[in-house]
Every structure is written in structure tokens, then in C-alpha cells.
């Protein structure tokens, strides 16, 4: 069993920076991706990046490459999600995701039926 906690959310005005952590708790956690997802009120989940335990170089959606950072720490088993340069798009829920990918690619990364663990999320709000 994986159960994952997300914390650091909060309130931030615009321009502004936030971190969020991922504490992944079970057995194994190098061998799983971790993947962060948000879904703002009225919309659709969406993938914001993932990172895998390999020392590969995370993706990253569009709306955010650039400003967030996913890095891992596999000793303390957390994945952080550095957020910089917040817009009030950027509003809503955070989720991060544990799953076993077959293959390490943007799509596969980006496809929340890929992951099978979930936190409950933690609300990120940019003020305008």
C-alpha cells in the first residue's frame, strides 16, 4: 500500500512562488513515477509534470515549463513542486500521483490512469 500527502499550499498573490511536497509513505518508492496533477473548480484534471526515479529530466506541461520544478528526494521519500512566477490560472487543487509507467514518455507521464496512488490535494490560490 502507497499513500502519498501533499502540503505547502496556500494562498500567494500574483508573481508570487510556492512550494508543495509530496510524502510518499509504502514500500519501494524509487520504483514508482510520481506525477502532479491540479484541477481547478468546473474543470477537467490536468497534468502539470512528473518525475521519474532515473536520473532523467522530468516533464513538464506547457502552462507551467519554465516556471514550476519537480525535483525528488529518494532517501526522504518526497517529491517537491516548485512554483514560481504564480498566475491566477495557476489557481487550484494540486494532486500528486504515484504509478508503475511501462514507458517513461510525455504522454504516458501525463495520463492520470497510468497512476494508481493518489493524495488528497491541497489548494494552491493566486490572488490577482
Known amino acids: 500500500q502507497v499513500q502519498l500527502v501533499e502540503s505547502g499550499g496556500g494562498l500567494v498573490q500574483y508573481g508570487g512562488s510556492l512550494r508543495l511536497t509530496c510524502l510518499v509513505s509504502?514500500?519501494?518508492?524509487?520504483?514508482?513515477?510520481i506525477g502532479w496533477f491540479r484541477q481547478a473548480p468546473g474543470k477537467e484534471r490536468e497534468f502539470v509534470g512528473a518525475i521519474i526515479w532515473k536520473d532523467l529530466l522530468p516533464y513538464y506541461a506547457s502552462a507551467v515549463n519554465g516556471r514550476f520544478t519537480i525535483s525528488r528526494d529518494n532517501a526522504n521519500n518526497t517529491v517537491d513542486l516548485r512554483m514560481n512566477d504564480l498566475r491566477p490560472e495557476d489557481t487550484a487543487v494540486y494532486y500528486c500521483?504515484?504509478?508503475?509507467?511501462?514507458?517513461?514518455?510525455?504522454?504516458?507521464?501525463?495520463?492520470?490512469?497510468?497512476?494508481?496512488?493518489w493524495g488528497k490535494g491541497t489548494q494552491v490560490t493566486v490572488s490577482s
Open positions: 500521483a504515484a504509478g508503475t509507467l511501462k514507458y517513461w514518455n510525455f504522454g504516458a507521464a501525463g495520463d492520470p490512469n497510468n497512476y494508481n496512488y
Open positions: 509504502g514500500r519501494d518508492f524509487k520504483s514508482y513515477e
